[in-house]
């Protein structure tokens, strides 16, 4: 489907279709509608690797991130859809699937399609990106721990110290043989680790004994499975720091059928605040991080860089906040 | 950075660079190996616009969905991506969230960029797809419905049977009363209410009292609600099956709350098999689809029509099956 098909079809000539397209204004109201019927009947394409070779980017954002397939991804989707929608810029997404040897193949993918611009969502290694970054023609914004490079137009969150932040809430509780159980771990929940690490510390309750981990998904199965094995390896063990909701769900069932109460003799701590976290019985207390602003402001600042506005703040840390439920006392 | 940058850094002319990067095997290994170091450390970026306009697709599958941010996509994604991981292509993805007025936009966004082909996981509404579809470029394959449109490069799943199996699996247990509660439906899920009413009419026991939704998320807490509004309805409802797993699991925790015994006196099957079903207290029935199989299988499909080879099944019927657990007797 050529632009002189939809020409013949509409009988005018084919320059009158292509500024008929580009500026709606200059023709006829009448002609400017058989136009465009006539080029969603006949399902033209207008070509725009022609409008990306002269030198404009394709309409497109492209988002890379290593987890596009998990439930935690889902509200910075939301809200960089919703800070995007009523633009002219369309949404794509590449998955690394957590592999740092992928990042870089993908950042190019999208770099030699000439995006509007690219959100990093999340990066297993800034090392082999920061050459692709600096170099890109359009720009980039970056969801990502605060320690992380790179330094500008960047929306994220302390990771070590939204570890550190609910191990001293159930230290404050009066737990004390703290556990910390994880699956699979990226660089921010590696931060979140070493956070709960230097809170029992400071605490003077370390024991390298009480932190569990698998190299396997986080997932309410492996959550069962980490309480079983913590519980063998540590009897007096009295709540869990988990690195995610998914585990924190497994853990509670797994208290329910071993007779433990939660939260009288056990406190559970999950990360993440999922939707079902707050509908368990009892109801889970949880880390909350701000999802939907992090996709909203991130994809904010990157239009504005887009636009050659001013971006405000160049780094905007969206904070943390842990969420009391039933699952502590 | 461009081409000539890259060649003068090297001491080449830009030519031999363009040559080596398509062909390495034409210049010595030495040679090869220092262009490759110098393309890595100075981000160079091969304009793929230029070859979209020469006539080759950009290296890249779009995949479009209306829910990439659910868990139930994730299995899809894995699939796709586990059968183009070894080929030279890329996968990008967007998300239509439910919205068919959608739909159109993102599939032009992704055949303006001259993509080696298209997978649509899964439409709202095939109507406004049929032109483009009919005149794009490239392939473009199928996750759906197996009575929709269209007919070519589809595979997928009965839905209306998803729904009536289950529901005569409940029956086959000694459940009478079986109510359905969903969330938001898209067409699929409105087959297989279809199919869950079919079953009950053939059985003699339809009453649509028992079948309940809400114009929101399939999620746990809303299946604690739903659950709560069926009780007060029809109170001797003495099973539930529920769109998803999410539903499924709240309806089981609200069962706990108010002591109904599950699988006793209430019977609970879900739809998708997610990951914690298999690990709550009762496990939950459910329904499986083999997501994984469906995203390879249609990635295996889409990248034969690429590559001109014959597409072997060009409708595959990849099936369910009903997974019983400990939330049926």
Redesign the interface.
């Given at each position: 489907?050529k632009l002189s098909d939809v020409a013949k079809r509409v009988g005018v000539s084919p320059i009158t279709i292509s500024r008929a397209l580009r500026n709606p204004e200059i023709v006829s109201e009448d002609l400017r509608e058989v136009i465009l019927r006539t080029v969603?009947?006949?399902?033209?394409?207008?070509?725009?690797?022609?409008r990306?070779?002269a030198g404009r980017h394709?309409?497109?954002v492209?988002v890379i991130t290593p987890a596009?397939?998990?439930?935690a991804?889902?509200g910075l989707?939301?809200g960089i859809?919703d800070r995007l929608r009523a633009t002219e810029f369309?949404?794509?997404?590449?998955?690394t699937?957590h592999h740092a040897d992928r990042e870089a193949?993908?950042l190019?993918?999208?770099?030699?399609?000439?995006p509007a611009g690219v959100i990093i969502a999340g990066a297993e290694s800034y090392d082999d990106l920061l050459?692709?970054?600096?170099?890109?023609?359009c720009p980039i914004a970056h969801i990502t721990d605060l320690s992380q490079e790179p330094e500008r137009l960047v929306v994220g969150l302390d990771h070590h110290a939204a570890g550190a932040e609910p191990t001293r809430f159930l230290l404050s509780r009066g737990y004390q043989r703290i556990g910390f159980i994880g699956g699979s771990m990226d660089i921010r929940s590696r931060r979140r680790r070493e956070g709960y690490e230097a809170a029992m510390r400071e605490a003077g309750r370390f024991d390298p004994d009480l932190a569990i981990g698998a190299d396997a998904p986080g997932?309410?199965?492996l959550?069962?499975e980490l309480l079983t094995r913590l519980l063998a390896r540590v009897p007096d063990v009295d709540a869990v720091f988990a690195q995610n909701d998914?585990l924190a769900?497994?853990v509670l069932?797994e208290c329910?059928?071993r007779g433990i109460r939660v939260p009288e003799d056990f406190g559970i701590c999950g990360f993440n605040d999922l939707?079902?976290s707050?509908?368990?019985?009892p109801s889970l207390t949880t880390v909350h991080i701000p999802r939907y602003d992090i996709g909203y402001r991130v994809a904010d600042m990157l239009l504005r860089a887009v636009r050659d506005e001013p971006p405000g703040e160049d780094k905007v840390d969206c904070g943390f906040s842990i969420i009391p439920r039933g699952s502590t006392r």
């Amino acid at each position: 489907m050529k632009l002189s098909d939809v020409a013949k079809r509409v009988g005018v000539s084919p320059i009158t279709i292509s500024r008929a397209l580009r500026n709606p204004e200059i023709v006829s109201e009448d002609l400017r509608e058989v136009i465009l019927r006539t080029v969603d009947e006949m399902g033209y394409i207008p070509n725009l690797a022609a409008r990306a070779l002269a030198g404009r980017h394709n309409g497109t954002v492209g988002v890379i991130t290593p987890a596009l397939h998990r439930p935690a991804f889902a509200g910075l989707m939301i809200g960089i859809e919703d800070r995007l929608r009523a633009t002219e810029f369309g949404v794509q997404y590449s998955n690394t699937l957590h592999h740092a040897d992928r990042e870089a193949g993908q950042l190019k993918s999208f770099l030699m399609q000439k995006p509007a611009g690219v959100i990093i969502a999340g990066a297993e290694s800034y090392d082999d990106l920061l050459p692709l970054i600096e170099n890109a023609a359009c720009p980039i914004a970056h969801i990502t721990d605060l320690s992380q490079e790179p330094e500008r137009l960047v929306v994220g969150l302390d990771h070590h110290a939204a570890g550190a932040e609910p191990t001293r809430f159930l230290l404050s509780r009066g737990y004390q043989r703290i556990g910390f159980i994880g699956g699979s771990m990226d660089i921010r929940s590696r931060r979140r680790r070493e956070g709960y690490e230097a809170a029992m510390r400071e605490a003077g309750r370390f024991d390298p004994d009480l932190a569990i981990g698998a190299d396997a998904p986080g997932t309410t199965g492996l959550g069962r499975e980490l309480l079983t094995r913590l519980l063998a390896r540590v009897p007096d063990v009295d709540a869990v720091f988990a690195q995610n909701d998914e585990l924190a769900l497994g853990v509670l069932i797994e208290c329910g059928v071993r007779g433990i109460r939660v939260p009288e003799d056990f406190g559970i701590c999950g990360f993440n605040d999922l939707e079902f976290s707050a509908f368990t019985e009892p109801s889970l207390t949880t880390v909350h991080i701000p999802r939907y602003d992090i996709g909203y402001r991130v994809a904010d600042m990157l239009l504005r860089a887009v636009r050659d506005e001013p971006p405000g703040e160049d780094k905007v840390d969206c904070g943390f906040s842990i969420i009391p439920r039933g699952s502590t006392r």
